[in-house]
């Protein structure tokens, strides 16, 4: 467990700590009886004592938590200065809860192949190197994240760009294809016309006598619409990606009836049309 996290602890109310009974006994300070403080490099360091924004997940560079450098400045001695009025029972707990985060991180034998020992944190240049060092690694870590921020933007950007060159391409294509599927559904158009005219001559009463044929059938309809999509086009055309961040846009037509899917489901009207009047017609024995 991340020494951020073991204490976390720390964060309770002055009151609290008062109603505390402290039964720990302060462990020997080896230190000051001349144990040489391991070796270990700054990488070494961040290892044991570091943690990850958990913002940035896993990708996050290892960074010095303020509750490590509080607690080793206080174990040190280094902030004695600072907590000289703190009533001895609060200042206690304060150590003893430092102590116990530090020595759940200290048993992790992966990260600790150094092996410091609880004391070695009560001396005064170590607890500045773990500053010192808490510096350095904020900087790195203010720096990369403003790094993922630019390169997170500049992906959004080139994603919306695509998306809005593709959308251009896509329906400058359907705008070309237009004449295309109107001649395709002249065949479809005409029978319609041929077999209301039948149904109107077979049957006196019939649901056909007084409706139009399908908008696509319609020379005025699709020439309007042909115009509505120039237009639609243009606008994409004249289209620019905005916004910060992550977060972008372009504006969009409605494109309405002027777009593929109407030009599909106007010619699958038809067809379907053209399917009841027949049975209309079979149905009147003609």
Partial sequence: MLLGKNLSKLRFSVNSIRNMVIGTSILPILAACGEKVPEASDEQLLELLGSRSSFFGSEAPLGI??????CTQLLSGLADEIVKDMPAEML???????????????????????????????NQELAERIETLKKSTDEANRQAAAERREREEQEARAA???????????????????????????????????LKAEINEAIQWNNWRHRNPPAICSEEQVTAIGTRAQQHLEALNAAEVTGSGTFFSFPTPYFGDASEEWFERQLSTTTEQIGQMRQDLAASGQ
């Fill in 160 to 194: 919306k760009d695509a998306e809005l060159e593709k959308l251009r391409g896509d329906y400058a294509a359907f705008v070309e294809s237009i004449s295309e599927r109107v001649t395709a559904a002249e065949p479809a158009c005409t029978e319609w016309q041929d």
């Fill in 65 to 70: 938590p303020s509750t490590v450098v509080e």
């Fill in 92 to 122: 206690g707990a304060f150590k003893t809860e430092c102590r116990r985060g530090l020595d759940d991180v200290l048993k992790d034998e992966a990260k600790n192949p150094m092996g410091f020992a609880l004391a070695h944190f009560e």
